[in-house]
């Protein structure tokens, strides 16, 4: 794994932004694959101002997000298709039609995770997966526990995960009971990993991604059996695992 620590948000946002940019400008018909949180949004708006400004086109660009809650539709402003269409999706040019992220009203979850699986490998594979980290080390909505080999599936979310939540909901009830993410196997599959970390709450996170062996009790070490991981993570994020300052460094 590689690590570019950074000072601040604004220069993990700013870094993070330049990754995809030069894989769409080498290819215009990259594959990527996106998150949602509070983590990513300072590189959408680098993304989106360059788009003004550089005219960097999305317009043969394929995406796949993470996950998405079960039950809301896209029109709920809590649904991560809504999130995605916000921050980013309709300030880019890219067709809605190329923008994927699993469907959270199906029907059949099953054959919802499976559709979503063969498509990723229909269209050639995700070149770029961007990722934030969760405190306890989640990457997408896989929680500790979860299987280095899984695929797209559902979650039941954690009771502490829903009241999290709930502050965005009407009431306890109408917080999603369930998701759907990529599962671990699937996040190892692209071909690029750039995880990012910002802030003092991803301190401990980053300390076991950075100095502790891999165990599924902390998902995000599955990254490192991948061959291609950038982290680029702030100072704050970085204090007390010993890799504070600016140096590039292979883990
Ligand atoms: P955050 O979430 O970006 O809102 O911190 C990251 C995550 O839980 O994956």
Known sequence: MKLIPVKDYDEMSRVGAEEILELVKENPKA??????????????RNLIEDHKTNKTSYKEVTTFNLDEY?????????????????????????PEHQTHIPNGMAEDMDEECQRYEALIKEKGGIDLQLLGIGVNGHIGFNEPGTPFDSRTHVVPLTESTREANSRFFNSMDEVPTHAVTMGI?????????????????????MRRLLLEGQ??????SSLKNH?????????????GTGFEGSEVKEI
């Not at 594959?31 to 300072?42: I, Q």
């Not at 061959?227 to 204090?239: C, F, G, M, R, S």
């Open 215 to 220: 165990s599924t009790d902390f998902p995000a």
């Open 70 to 94: 079960i039950g809301l539709d896209g029109d709920h402003p809590q649904s991560y298709r809504f999130f995605m269409n916000e921050q980013l999706f309709h300030a880019i040019d890219i």
């Open 227 to 239: 061959p291609n991981v950038v982290i680029i993570a702030d100072q704050e994020a970085l204090k």
């Open 31 to 44: 594959v990527l694959g996106l998150a949602t949180g509070s983590t990513p949004t300072g590189l959408y």
């Open 185 to 205: 196997q699937t996040i190892l599959e692209a071909k690029k990993i750039v995880l990012l970390a910002s802030g003092a709450s991803k301190q401990e996170a």
